[in-house]
Structure formats: C-alpha cells, structure tokens
C-alpha cells in the first residue's frame, strides 16, 4: 500500500451557493449554505486515502465543536490523526466559499493552522521516513513549509510542494521538492516573475520539476528542455473547490507508476471532483478512478 503523509491545513469550509458573486458593499440572497470538510492539507489527505493510500496528516485543529467534527471527520477516512493537535483557547480554521456559476471565490482564516510549528513536523520525522511521497501546501507557515521541505529531503523521501496560497520562496527551499505543483498564477508568484508570462517559458526555468495544473484544460509537466501537455477530461462542473488538492494527492498515490500515468490519473481525479459539492465531495475511491479511465 502507497503511504503518504500530508503537511498542512484543516478547514471548516463555509459554503453559500449563489446565481453571481456579490459585489463590495453590495447585499444578494444566496440560494443554499452548508457546512463541509475542507482545508487543502485535509482534502489532499482525504484525496489519497479515498484512492487506497496510507494517510497520515500533519497539522493543527482548534479545541472548538469545528475541531471536534473536522477530527472525527479524519478518523472516518481512515486518516491517522496522530499528527494532528488539537490547540487549546483556539478556534479552528475557516474558508468562507461562495459558489456562483462553477467558479468559487474563497477567504481562510487560518486560526489553529497557522500554529503549525517546524518542531511538529520534526516530530512526526519516524511517520515522514516511512512515506512514499510527501505533500505540503502553503496554508501553514512558512517555517513549517521549510520544515518539511528540509526533512523530506533530509529523509530522502519525495516532497510535492503544492505552493498554494502562492508567495515567493526561496530557490534553496524549491530546489528541496520533487516537484513543484502550482497553476500558472502560482508559478509566476512563486517565482517572482511576471503573471502573464508564458508558463512554458517559466516552467523550463523553475528550480525544481514542475507539474503545471490549467483547470479543465489538463496539466503540463517538463520532460528534458520541453513541456508535455496531458489534456483534462470534459465533466459536467459543478463545484471547482478542491480538485487541485483531488490533483495533489492522485499524483503522491500514483507517483511509483512514473510521471505521465501519474499526471494522467491525477487530471481524471480532479476531473471527477468537479462533478459534485463541496471540496471533499467529488473525490474519487480508487475504484471509482478506475472504472472512469476504463471508459475515457
Ligand atoms: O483547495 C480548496 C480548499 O482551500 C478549501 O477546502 C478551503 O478550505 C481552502 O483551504
């Protein structure tokens, strides 16, 4: 069995479906709201396990009812929730999510994530030797980032940093990854460049091998001094939260299989994460996977 552990946050997703975004300063009635499981370091988490992987999440939930659900939540996936702290006189982090159209609009707060420390990660380094991949994302400090960064690599082990939220890094920090996986905007701002400079053109220059996600239209990844382009798959969508974290974590699960059937399952994953609500909604088992790749 593939083990992956996942670095990074855990959310109360916040969701209100409307007909348009609002505004500023501007008032619309909304159609529905719910509440879901969310957090890009939790979806990825849920993501693997749901595809057959051993999953063991670093990060951090309040002592508040939202930390209760989101830790039993874990449990119920089969996510060891050994790493995950529950901090106290904190509350746990939120994204407030407006659906309107396919396309989402979303604020985090970080809260109980953003006491994510690098000792945490260091002391998870027994759980992080064992990983066939790692993933981080960038709703957790920095210092956390790096502090997964350097373990991994330390450690010998495959870190994918999915630098999103995107901010700049440093070089020595992305040169730690096995790979990069931002989307295009991300990759600009992750290095510094220009956002409307030609991805190809950044993608050869990055520090570290980048596997490039463009929405629906699929994802590119560097082979040599040249991009290769794996089309997405054409779904109904529904809700988009989410299907880069369905992306990530198809990618960590598949890895051993080489980059271009791993890429392949990870664009169908997301794919098929499109097609229901919510962030955790859509994600594929892995029998689910299969059975759609046998027909496409
Ligand atoms: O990537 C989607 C996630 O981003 C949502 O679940 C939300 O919690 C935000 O962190």
Not at 53 to 65: C, T
Not at 72 to 91: F, Y
Not at 116 to 123: G, I, L, M, N, W
Not at 211 to 239: C, M, S
Request: glycine share 10%.
């Amino acid at each position: 069995m593939t083990r992956v552990v996942v670095v990074g946050s855990i959310n109360m997703d916040l969701v209100t479906l409307a007909r348009r975004f609002a505004g500023p300063g501007e008032t619309i009635l909304g159609e529905r709201f719910l509440t879901v499981h969310g957090g890009k370091g939790a979806n990825q988490a849920v993501a693997a396990a749901r595809l057959g992987a051993e999953v063991a999440l670093v990060g951090a939930v309040g002592d508040d009812a939202f930390g209760s659900e989101l830790h039993a939540g874990l449990a119920r996936e089969g996510i060891s929730p050994e790493h995950v702290a529950r901090i106290a006189d904190c509350g746990s982090g939120t994204a407030s999510i407006t659906v309107a159209g396919g396309e989402n609009q979303i604020i985090v707060v970080p809260a109980a994530n953003a006491r994510v420390t690098p000792a945490q990660v260091e002391r998870a380094q027994a759980t992080l030797a064992r990983a066939d991949a790692i993933l981080v994302q960038m709703e957790i400090p920095l210092d956390a980032v790096e502090a997964t960064l350097r373990l991994g690599h330390r450690l010998g082990r495959p870190v994918i940093l999915n630098p999103a939220p995107a901010q700049p890094l440093p070089v020595e920090w992305l040169q730690l990854a096995r790979y990069l996986t931002p989307n295009q905007h991300e990759l600009a701002i992750l290095l510094g460049a220009d956002t409307h400079a030609d991805f190809r053109s950044l993608m050869l220059r990055a520090p570290a091998p980048v596997v490039l996600t463009r929405g629906g239209e699929g994802a590119w990844y560097r082979d040599g001094d040249d991009t290769v382009h794996q089309p997405g798959f054409k779904v109904e969508v529904v809700d988009t939260t989410g299907a880069g974290d369905t992306f990530n974590a198809a990618l960590a699960v598949f890895l051993h299989e080489g980059l271009p059937d791993a890429v392949r399952k990870a664009c169908a994953a997301a794919a098929l994460s499109v097609t229901r609500l919510g962030a955790q909604g859509g994600m594929p088992t892995c029998a689910e996977l299969d059975r759609w790749l046998a027909q496409h």
